[in-house]
T-cell receptor, first 115, second 113 residues
């Protein structure tokens, strides 16, 4: 079975440019999460969706970040304009509730470098 | 404000010995805890979890211990193997937050032959 698929795997861009990261969750999973990994803070939750509806976006750093989930099989995380401090690895994860909490299945991540 | 903290960025252990990774949390509402393992260029994968109604959960070579009064949990790996070399993330959530996991900074474990 295919896991969570993210694209691109690597992105190098210049400050001020728009960046779009894409995610395809595991089929049948109804929750989708965007995390950002940095050395200082580890894995930070940016936003998560249940049944395509944004539930909690309190982790989104600022208005430059936006996320959408137009259907159950696709989500995007957009940064406009990008800044060097946005450089990080961005992970998408999906899950299906099992008991008190569902296990998250992560994609391989998108490494973003903003020059 | 880091609600989940892993104070050791790295740990080096000899093959065959016990590896102990530590994690502290500040939010007393957390009642479910997980450990994830991450290899380079891959996403984190679930390793083991524990509910707050327990103080120990064991799965093969991996055991997680929870001390609620100290708000501390630890992951024990016995015996440590070279394939255990990875970054380990501690995570926590509460029933209200359900799947909203709060992760620590991670600890890089290196198993030396």
């Amino acid at each position: 079975d295919a896991g969570v698929i993210q694209s691109p795997r690597h992105e190098v861009t210049e400050m001020g440019q728009e960046v779009t990261l894409r995610c395809k969750p595991i089929s049948g999973h109804n929750s989708l999460f965007w995390y950002r990994q940095t050395m200082m803070r580890g894995l930070e939750l940016l936003i998560y969706f249940n049944n395509n509806v944004p539930i909690d976006d309190s982790g989104m750093p600022e208005d430059r970040f936006s996320a959408k989930m137009p259907n159950a099989s696709f989500s995007t995380l957009k940064i406009q304009p990008s800044e060097p401090r946005d450089s990080a690895v961005y992970f998408c994860a999906s899950s299906f509730p099992q008991g008190p909490t569902g296990e998250l299945f992560f994609g391989e991540g998108s490494r973003l470098t903003v020059l | 404000d880091q609600q989940v903290k892993q104070n050791s960025p790295s740990l080096s252990v000899q093959e065959g010995r016990i590896s102990i990774l530590n994690c502290d949390y500040t939010n007393s509402m957390f009642d479910y805890f997980l450990w994830y393992k991450k290899y380079p260029a891959e996403g984190p994968t679930f390793l083991i979890s524990i509910s707050s109604i327990k103080d120990k959960n064991e799965d093969g070579r991996f055991t997680v211990f929870l001390n609620k009064s100290a708000k501390h949990l630890s992951l024990h790996i016995v015996p440590s193997q070279p394939g255990d070399s990875a970054v380990y993330f501690c995570a926590a959530t509460d029933v209200q937050g359900a799947q909203k996991l709060v992760f620590g900074q991670g600890t890089r474990l290196t198993i030396n032959p």
